[in-house]
């Protein structure tokens, strides 16, 4: 990965004196400017004098002032005493006209909104800070960092100039670390264009992260006003987060590869292990300033693969790969080092990696306990008849000639398997879309609607009452209940009032300040929350241990996420997750196979990613489910398909231990912060 530029300055509308470096070619003399009566004693009215051994443009471009906001005035013959000056040339920096009008009113002594001018002052003077001693941006996050996160942010920002591989164990906060110094970075204007790399599952996750945690607004490869300008997008929108497999096709690679990024970030960096991949030598070309590598396992398979991580973010740090084996490899044997200590001090120029043992992170346990139900035959009929419907239409040939999306009926499915109330509305929809362009599926659209509509009683409703009838009620015994969908949502929440229960509701299309207001609500005075996913997504909810999955999504990250909203630092009590489950259903076997093959509910938060990482089919895990799903034209079909991915699941899972295994053996405790 090429650098480019160097640690610039920028001033903002306010003129400050201060030591800075000097644009080449020209020495300043700002940083003596006496302060005059009135003045604040970091801000002076009279222009910094520069001598400029050559063009006034010297002071233009990186690391240079703002020609829209300053001009250059060359100035009469001069001398001052206080700077021990010769008579010379003198160039002076003013402020341009359409600027001057708050320093004119500072200058005349008329009011001016000191309050707020004592805060711009205040943020200029922070954001001219010299080096990182003093850390801006956690001050300005929506969270408190955990000190090894912030001394983490620190030794990247100072000890490895930006440019360093993150590779903290799972589950303890790499994205934290990484938005810590994107924000320190953002905050002191030395960073403006930014590219975040990530896998496809993770890039709405970085959004949300970055939007909830950090307050920053970053543009995604998948959003459609990013979509719609093509592969100009990525001249246009300086902060994105595109996935790799994205970003190294074309029109979008050589779109990315004409651009000077300041900083860019690579999320599951392992993926780049070979040199010889599409997606090594894409980021290789990319022309940046910073750059993070953020991986819990460097190294997979063999030394090798460290080598090309190095080389991507310092080349030559560990010179030629032919020098690297000769010196670090044992001959035979491509996984075990040679030279241990000569190479543990390399790396540590480039390396941090914080262990859950060094940081002393304290989890209670948790448990998950599956809820078995019975659907009614009206409930079991309604999910078959959906499921056969969605077959059918899948085995049209090719995705033009199908009357609905790929991405449509598999919706649906997993709609059908949250209840008929989520699937009820997106059916009526279907059928109008479809209108007189395809009568025959429109009928029977609307003939599914009917059907469920007509469906009285919901058997997970009557199991879900059931269960919070026997759960604790204290006022510590807090109870979440997730569901994906909205319109199951307001069901549950009527079925809930009727009870007598009267839950506090949230859902990602409330304003912001009433989602601050429903959590407060939940913590102080409610018993039960129900929400969407979008729950929690930054909020403090460890005050809550126990959580209720009223479906699952197909995607286990999302599952895992749920967890992790509760099961988290600051937790004081074991979480126990309670998976409702009706038989014959996509969804009881999905459970059945994260639970019994793989131990997901036991596993360290970030973990289930690593795991999938290691399938052999690289396809999107909704989308395995999916085509397996439609090849499978009874319950029994889905059983044994869904037992053979369970196996590879299994094997999936052994492989990962084996890589994490072989990195602890590694790296051990050497590459810590505080090492």
Same mark, same amino acid.
Request: charged content about 20%; overall charge negative.
């Given at each position: 990965?090429?650098?480019?530029?160097?640690?610039?300055?920028?001033?903002?509308?306010?003129?400050?004196?201060?030591?800075?470096?000097?644009?080449a070619g020209s020495r300043c003399?700002?940083?003596?400017?006496?302060?005059?009566?009135?003045?604040?004693?970091?801000?002076?009215?009279?222009?910094?004098?520069?001598?400029?051994?050559?063009?006034?443009?010297?002071?233009?471009?990186?690391?240079?002032l703002d020609s829209a906001t300053?001009?250059?005035?060359?100035?009469?013959?001069?001398?001052?005493?206080?700077?021990?000056?010769?008579?010379?040339?003198?160039?002076?920096?003013?402020?341009?006209?359409?600027?001057?009008?708050?320093?004119?009113?500072?200058?005349?002594?008329?009011?001016?909104?000191?309050?707020?001018?004592?805060?711009?002052?205040?943020?200029?003077?922070?954001?001219?800070?010299?080096?990182?001693?003093?850390?801006?941006?956690?001050?300005?996050?929506?969270?408190?960092?955990?000190?090894?996160?912030?001394?983490?942010?620190?030794?990247?920002?100072?000890?490895?100039?930006?440019?360093?591989?993150?590779?903290?164990?799972?589950?303890?906060?790499?994205?934290?670390?990484?938005?810590?110094?994107?924000?320190?970075?953002?905050?002191?204007?030395?960073?403006?264009?930014?590219?975040?790399?990530?896998?496809?599952?993770?890039?709405?996750?970085?959004?949300?992260?970055?939007?909830?945690?950090?307050?920053?607004?970053?543009?995604?490869?998948?959003?459609?006003?990013?979509?719609?300008?093509?592969?100009?997008?990525?001249?246009?929108?300086?902060?994105?987060?595109?996935?790799?497999?994205?970003?190294?096709?074309?029109?979008?690679?050589?779109?990315?590869?004409?651009?000077?990024?300041?900083?860019?970030?690579?999320?599951?960096?392992?993926?780049?292990?070979?040199?010889?991949?599409?997606?090594?030598?894409?980021?290789?070309?990319?022309?940046?300033?910073?750059?993070?590598?953020?991986?819990?396992?460097?190294?997979?398979?063999?030394?090798?693969?460290?080598?090309?991580?190095?080389?991507?973010?310092?080349?030559?740090?560990?010179?030629?790969?032919?020098?690297?084996?000769?010196?670090?490899?044992?001959?035979?044997?491509?996984?075990?080092?040679?030279?241990?200590?000569?190479?543990?001090?390399?790396?540590?120029?480039?390396?941090?990696?914080?262990t859950r043992a060094g940081v002393?992170?304290?989890?209670?346990?948790?448990?998950?306990?599956?809820?078995?139900?019975?659907?009614?035959?009206?409930?079991?009929?309604?999910?078959?008849?959906?499921?056969?419907?969605?077959?059918?239409?899948?085995?049209? $040939?090719?995705?033009?000639?199908?009357? +609905?999306? @790929?991405? #449509?009926?598999?919706?649906?499915?997993?709609?059908? /398997? !949250?209840? &008929?109330?989520?699937?009820?509305?997106?059916?009526?929809?279907?059928?109008?879309?479809?209108?007189?362009?395809?009568?025959?599926?429109?009928?029977?659209?609307?003939?599914?609607?009917?059907?469920?509509?007509?469906?009285?009683?919901?058997?997970?409703?009557?199991?879900?009452?059931?269960?919070?009838?026997?759960?604790?009620?204290?006022?510590?015994?807090?109870?979440?209940?997730?569901?994906?969908?909205?319109? $199951?949502?307001?069901?549950?929440?009527? +079925?809930? @009032?009727? #009870?007598?229960?009267?839950?506090?509701?949230?859902? /990602? !299309?409330? &304003?912001?300040?009433?989602?601050?207001?429903?959590?407060?609500?939940?913590?102080?005075?409610?018993?039960?929350?129900?929400?969407?996913?979008?729950?929690?997504?930054?909020?403090?909810?460890?005050?809550?241990?126990?959580?209720?999955?009223?479906?699952?999504?197909?995607?286990?990250?999302?599952?895992?996420?749920?967890?992790?909203?509760?099961?988290?630092?600051?937790?004081?009590?074991?979480?126990?997750?309670?998976?409702?489950?009706?038989?014959?259903?996509?969804?009881?076997?999905?459970?059945?196979?994260?639970?019994?093959?793989?131990?997901?509910?036991?596993?360290?938060?970030?973990?289930?990613?690593?795991?999938?990482?290691?399938?052999?089919?690289?396809?999107?895990?909704?989308?395995?489910?999916?085509?397996?799903?439609?090849?499978?034209?009874?319950?029994?079909?889905?059983?044994?398909?869904?037992?053979?991915?369970?196996?590879?699941?299994?094997?999936?899972?052994?492989?990962?231990?084996?890589?994490?295994?072989?990195?602890?053996?590694?790296?051990?405790?050497?590459?810590?912060?505080?090492?």
């Open positions: 990965m090429r650098p480019h530029g160097g640690q610039g300055w920028a001033v903002g509308g306010t003129a400050f004196c201060w030591p800075a470096p000097q644009a003399a700002g940083g003596a400017l006496p302060a005059g009566p009135g003045f604040h004693p970091h801000l002076s009215l009279q222009p910094a004098i520069c001598h400029l051994s050559g063009h006034p443009a010297a002071l233009a471009g990186p690391g240079g300053y001009r250059l005035v060359a100035g009469a013959v001069a001398e001052h005493e206080a700077w021990n000056m010769k008579e010379e040339t003198l160039y002076t920096l003013s402020l341009a006209p359409e600027n001057q009008t708050l320093l004119q009113r500072l200058a005349l002594g008329s009011s001016v909104d000191r309050p707020r001018l004592e805060l711009r002052l205040r943020a200029e003077e922070l954001s001219l800070v010299q080096g990182f001693d003093v850390l801006l941006a956690p001050h300005t996050v929506r969270f408190t960092p955990f000190s090894y996160q912030l001394e983490t942010a620190a030794a990247v920002l100072r000890r490895f100039r930006g440019r360093a591989i993150l590779g903290d164990e799972v589950g303890l906060g790499k994205t934290i670390e990484a938005g810590l110094v994107l924000k320190e970075y953002l905050l002191r204007g030395l960073v403006q264009r930014v590219l975040i790399v990530t896998p496809p599952a993770l890039v709405n996750q970085w959004q949300e992260e970055l939007a909830q945690k950090f307050g920053l607004d970053f543009t995604t490869h998948e959003d459609e006003a990013f979509r719609d300008r093509g592969a100009e997008a990525w001249a246009v929108y300086p902060q994105v987060i595109a996935s790799l497999a994205t970003a190294r096709r074309e029109p979008h690679s050589q779109a990315i590869r004409d651009l000077d990024y300041d900083l860019i970030i690579v999320d599951e960096a392992h993926h780049l292990k070979s040199r010889q991949t599409q997606g090594w030598q894409f980021v290789n070309d990319l022309k940046t300033r910073y750059v993070l590598l953020l991986t819990a396992t460097p190294v997979q398979n063999n030394l090798e693969e460290l080598y090309n991580l190095v080389t991507l973010l310092q080349p030559g740090q560990l010179k030629t790969s032919r020098d690297f084996k000769k010196e670090f490899v044992t001959r035979g044997d491509p996984r075990l080092p040679r030279n241990r200590l000569k190479l543990r001090e390399l790396l540590a120029d480039v390396m941090i990696r914080n002393h992170l304290g989890l209670p346990k948790r448990q998950a306990v599956t809820v078995k139900l019975q659907l009614t035959p009206p409930e079991a009929a309604f999910y078959h008849e959906v499921g056969d419907f969605v077959r059918q239409t899948m085995a049209q $040939t090719g995705s033009r000639s199908r009357t +609905l999306s @790929r991405l #449509a009926l598999q919706t649906l499915l997993m709609e059908t /398997g !949250s209840s &008929p109330f989520a699937t009820v509305p997106t059916l009526q929809r279907m059928a109008v879309s479809l209108g007189n362009a395809h009568p025959a599926h429109a009928a029977r659209l609307r003939e599914l609607a009917h059907a469920g509509r007509e469906i009285a009683e919901s058997a997970k409703a009557m199991a879900l009452l059931k269960l919070l009838h026997a759960l604790p009620k204290g006022p510590e015994d807090k109870v979440i209940i997730f569901s994906k969908y909205l319109a $199951t949502l307001h069901y549950l929440t009527a +079925l809930l @009032r009727q #009870a007598g229960w009267d839950p506090a509701v949230y859902h /990602g !299309s409330l &304003p912001s300040q009433e989602k601050d207001a429903v959590i407060a609500d939940f913590h102080k005075n409610r018993w039960l929350l129900l929400c969407t996913e979008a729950a929690g997504e930054g909020r403090n909810l460890q005050f809550c241990h126990t959580m209720i999955n009223y479906d699952l999504p197909w995607n286990p990250l999302r599952i895992e996420q749920r967890v992790g909203r509760l099961h988290r630092i600051g937790q004081e009590h074991d979480v126990t997750i309670y998976n409702l489950a009706a038989q014959d259903t996509m969804e009881a076997e999905l459970l059945h196979i994260l639970d019994q093959k793989i131990n997901m509910f036991e596993l360290v938060i970030g973990e289930m990613d690593m795991i999938l990482g290691n399938l052999a089919d690289e396809r999107e895990f909704e989308d395995i489910l999916l085509d397996l799903y439609v090849q499978s034209p009874t319950p029994e079909d889905v059983k044994a398909r869904m037992a053979d991915l369970g196996e590879a699941l299994a094997q999936a899972r052994q492989a990962y231990l084996q890589i994490k295994a072989y990195d602890e053996a590694l790296f051990g405790e050497e590459f810590r912060v505080d090492h």
